[in-house]
Nanobody, 127 residues
Framework: QGQLVESGGGLVQPGGSLRLSCAPA????????RGWFRQAPGKDREFVAA????????YYSDSVRNRFTISRDNAKDILYLQMNRLSPEDTAVYYC????????????????????WGEGTQVTVSS
């Protein structure tokens, strides 16, 4: 069982929206970076977006920039991913990941930089 729990996935039509949520699975821990990755069938896991706790910096892949928004409710310790203008190419299992390390920019986009993961939530974009 993952140490993070994702929710909010589902089936949506092209052009629609979904909001994913990610929260710790019961335990509490302090992470410096929490982010989202996704993996489509037959493809490698790819970076989607990340949120840096210190300073609140946000980072996006080119494929989702200006469509997706990552945010964090620190009081509830929940990370969100608002996904707008979804297309079939966004279909994938979306994973939440976190690390207590202070990652440099290039490392934010690398799955191996994160040491806590959720089990994923399926997002399917189809008419």
């Amino acid at each position: 069982q993952g140490q993070l729990v994702e929710s909010g996935g589902g089936l949506v039509q092209p052009g629609g929206s979904l909001r994913l949520s990610c929260a710790p699975a019961g335990q509490t821990f302090t992470d410096n970076v929490r982010g989202w990755f996704r993996q489509a069938p037959g493809k490698d896991r790819e970076f989607v977006a990340a949120f840096r706790r210190q300073g609140g910096g946000t980072y996006y892949s080119d494929s989702v920039r200006n469509r997706f928004t990552i945010s964090r409710d620190n009081a509830k310790d929940i990370l969100y991913l608002q996904m707008n203008r979804l297309s079939p190419e966004d279909t994938a299992v979306y994973y939440c990941a976190a690390t207590s390390r202070r990652l440099i920019l290039s490392s934010l986009r690398v799955a191996g930089s994160y040491d806590v993961w959720g089990e994923g939530t399926q997002v399917t974009v189809s008419s």
